[in-house]
């Protein structure tokens, strides 16, 4: 059995304030939502992401987040 | 323990022979088998002036005209090839030996059971071999297939000698010749050039190359290779003996359309109507027509689901038909393949859904028989509300 819409690794440029400007070199049109995803918080491994649903300046809906524990980015299918 | 010797019978060029039929003499000339009609546009055997000229078999058409612009091309004639070479394995199977052969041209058979039969040792099971057959066989004995074939390549038929290479000599026989040798195995195709780019040009020194290495670089087709330059090589698989069941119609003028349609639905009922198909479905068929103009045309087809059914099998043939190119002056229908006897019965309900479903679970079976067991997958909600993505739904496989 295989998870689907596991989150694939993206490179994202973040102004100061830490909302996306571009994905994957494309500039972010429009920030259409943004919510934080905290869980297993009680365990050894917790889980922080925060996430931005964004419109690309090629008409593109994608969702990506930041990973608060790692740093990283990603682009996920949400 | 008594060794295996394989026997390998080869006929070089046999295609391009059968096809030319009384014309020998035009393998004097540069001349080729053309392309088959509706397949891809690259020549078959060619004669051994031609290769002079750099023509090889499976070249590009225009390649080869402009390698040598006075090449003959000679229409493929399918039928007369597998006709006269299925004569030649009976001739085989007629001294007691049990024939593998992949393609027109090359047969081999293990001597072992027949030395009783023909004198007690290898000589006598060559001798009769070559008496079956007559003049112009090429015959090689090895320890293996692949050896085998290298000896019956080395045979000169004119002066009726055949090469014998005993059980330990093989990988010491096999080490001078050229790594383009392991094209005689459709699955090796592309590496000798390899070999070649990496300045590998004998056997001997593909026998040389450690396994390890060849497994990484080369995968199975590398594996393949080293067996067979160390002299070694898989079990024969002989073929099963034949059921000949077999119509031909000849049409009273070139038909085409409608009227092929006709004659394909007579010919599929007659076939049916064959006492030696005692009651089986059908799996595999091949069509062929002969036409007007000279040369023959064969398409084999294999039924998704053995049937019985006449207009299923219409329905399955038909569309061959239009591959046709040319005006044909008969058509013949054969049984390549029996299935199991007839054995899905007309359902008394009406059950749609459970219809659907069996259709569904087969074609479920044959995609996985064609591209893995992960062709089929289904989506399963594991977690749906989850605020984290992946945890909502995984792929399971699909029943079947």
Redesign the interface.
Known sequence: MRALGTPKPAAVEADERGVPAAVDALAVDSVREEWIVEDRWWTGSPLRRRYFELVLVDGRNVVVFRDLVGGSWFLQRA | MRSVMVVCVLYPRFELLAALGDRRALLSEPAALAPEAGREQMIGEVSAPAEAFGVVPGMRLGEAMSRCPALRLVPPDPEGVRSLWNAVLDRLEAIGAQVESDRAGAAFFESAGLRGLHGGDLAGVLAAARRALGPGARLGAAPCRFAAHAAALQARPRRRQSVVVEERAARDFLAPLPVSLLRTRPELQALPEVFERLGIRTLGEVAALPSRAVAERFGHPGLLALDLARGRDTALEPRRPPEPVAERLELPEAASGQQLERALELLVARVLARRERRGRSLRALAVSARFVAGGTWRAAVTLRQASADPERIRLVLGPRLAELPAPAESLGLEVEAFGPPAHDQGRLLDEAAEVRRGRLGEAVRQARQAAGAEAA?K??DVDPGS??????????PFPD
């Not at chain 2, 605020?387 to 399971?396: D, F, G, Q, T």
């Open positions: 997958l989506v399963l605020r984290i993505p992946e945890r909502r739904a995984v792929l399971a």
